[in-house]
């Protein structure tokens, strides 16, 4: 089985998949707000991410009213050198990017129709009461929410598994928060790095951070990954990243809170094969030739007579040469074998061994 290194053999069990290190990367598409705030756009969002072969789809469940309240002082308004939503009403934003509670039951449905696992990040315990209404199998706690510990503890009492990202945390963030976890009985618990800048930008992602966190707190690890693009996301599986969060929507044109870095569907597909690939390829330690490389073996260079020659002639670097295939003579015993003689007639195309020396 494909494993990496330095990452302990915990797995979680979302739905009918064992989430972990020896197991294919569970790549979990996040549609947040790029459905735009059209239902026919969200269900389309869910049957392309359905096509793409990943398993999962990720909401985030709020309102405005239970994330923020309507103020408007400089607390309440992003920063404005911030590049998507700088200037923008906290309220205002999470109104806009926020998909309505009675949308969920259908784009569960939907997710549910393809096969796909749907889940969510819930923001307050009313969310967590729609989500284990809906029958949610798998919990996200997403990074602003790490330090909320009723939540956390509302949601451990579930029993589902928990999914932890850590933008913006420390140590004693997931320290704490993974604490709370386990002292409500639940160890289904998964740590993801992340960034919570949007974009990200690569030499932000820090991913040597993933296998420190998957050893620190022996739980499974992952990426909540927000940079442009998949290189990132498929560099952590090599760093023992079991999960891959990645938003998603169905052409940045149609613009939207999230599209600036947000995945389009091929892409996505992209992710899905090509952190299979990079998870295959991981392997297991191993220096020397593997049974596909046979026929590469057997066509390495080997010394071989290339002139037709008698018993007595000397050996030379024109009558005996390193050539392709395998057969003869290590290469190592050239300067060994010049200068003697050959011990019997030998035609071209011989692989010289020491009875002819």
């Not at 096509?51 to 103020?71: H, N, V």
């Not at 933008?167 to 992340?194: F, H, M, W, Y």
Request: aromatic fraction near 6%.
């Amino acid at each position: 089985m494909p494993s990496s290194f330095a990452v302990p053999e915990k797995s979680i069990e979302v739905g009918p998949l064992r989430v972990g290190v020896h197991h294919r990367p569970f790549v979990a598409a996040e549609m947040s707000g790029n459905h735009n705030g059209d239902l026919g756009r969200a269900l389309a969002i869910v049957d392309a991410i359905a096509e793409t072969g990943a398993p999962a789809i990720k909401l985030q469940t709020y309102t405005a009213d239970t994330i923020t309240i309507d103020a408007d002082g400089p607390a309440f308004r992003i920063t404005d050198s911030h590049g998507l939503w700088g200037g923008r009403n906290l309220y205002s934003l999470y109104q806009q990017a926020h998909t309505p509670w009675e949308w969920h039951e259908a784009i569960f449905a939907r997710a549910r129709e393809h096969g796909m696992i749907p889940f969510s990040s819930p923001f307050d315990a009313t969310a967590v009461d729609l989500l284990e209404d809906l029958g949610a199998e798998v919990y996200k706690i997403a990074s602003l929410e790490i330090g909320d510990i009723p939540l956390l503890r509302t949601v451990a009492r579930t029993g589902k598994p928990v999914i932890l990202s850590t933008g913006a945390a420390d140590a004693a963030d997931v320290d704490l928060a993974v604490e709370a976890l386990r002292a409500e009985g639940n160890d289904q618990i998964a740590v993801l790095g992340c960034t919570s800048s949007y974009p990200a930008t690569a030499e932000a992602s820090n991913l040597r951070t993933i296998p420190v966190l998957a050893d620190t707190w022996k739980v499974v690890a992952g990426l909540s990954d927000h940079t442009k693009g998949i290189g990132v996301s498929v560099a952590a599986v090599a760093f023992g990243a079991a999960i891959l969060e990645k938003h998603v929507t169905l052409r940045r044109v149609d613009g939207g809170v999230d599209s600036d870095f947000s995945l389009e569907p091929e892409e996505l597909k992209s992710l899905v094969d090509e952190s299979y690939a990079a998870w295959r390829a991981l392997g297991e330690v191993h220096v020397g030739p593997t049974e596909s490389e046979a026929e590469s073996r057997r066509l390495r260079r080997s010394l071989f007579v290339v002139e037709d020659v008698r018993a007595g002639d000397e050996i030379t670097e024109a009558n005996v040469r390193s050539i392709r295939p395998a057969g003869g003579l290590e290469p190592r015993y050239l300067d060994i074998v010049l200068g003697r003689t050959f011990s019997q007639d030998v035609s071209r195309g011989t692989p010289l061994s020491w009875d002819l020396v």
